[in-house]
């Protein structure tokens, strides 16, 4: 049992509710005609339930592994991989973005340098640098793609 898992399965749970309890206690607007799909809370409530949905299948996979250790004697998932994500999100979402640089290019080099930075040590023991790096630009340009468009086009968000 990896106690990394179960804890960040609970943490991520209890966000998620309260996030859906919050969304659901939101104001609907039908005093106003605002139809039902476009009320205030229903994207941070599909969030919120997605949210405890994932935890609850994180936390039983923590329950039915074994605990393994990371090169450095940590488990996986450990504080300092958890700094390096915080950081990146950190560096894209407060600082960089909006900044200048379109979205659609800003989203895959998040994506890219976020996914070759947790699967560098994977790549190299198995021999598949090359291999890696290409999907994870194939990736990371067609997530940001399809990000911008959805969030232009059916959110109707103007990206920066």
Request: hydrophobic share 55%; glycine share 10%.
């Amino acid at each position: 049992m990896q106690r990394q898992d179960l804890l960040g399965a609970g943490v991520f749970a209890a966000v998620g509710t309260a996030i859906l309890v919050a969304s659901l206690r939101m104001d609907r607007l039908s005093d106003r005609a605002i139809e039902v799909w476009s009320a205030p809370g229903l994207t941070p409530g599909v969030v919120g339930a997605l949210m405890i949905v994932l935890s609850l299948v994180l936390g039983a996979q923590a329950l039915r592994a074994p605990a393994q250790a990371d090169e450095d004697g940590a488990a996986p998932g450990g504080w300092r991989r958890t700094a390096l994500a915080l950081l990146l999100c950190v560096l894209f979402a407060g600082i960089t973005l909006g900044h200048g640089t379109p979205f659609i290019v800003e989203g895959a080099v998040f994506i890219f340098v976020f996914t070759t930075l947790f699967s560098w040590t994977e790549w190299r023991a198995t021999g598949r640098v090359a291999r890696g790096l290409a999907q994870t630009l194939a990736v990371a340009v067609c997530a940001s793609a399809f990000i911008s468009w959805l969030f232009e086009s059916v959110f109707l968000v103007r990206l920066p």
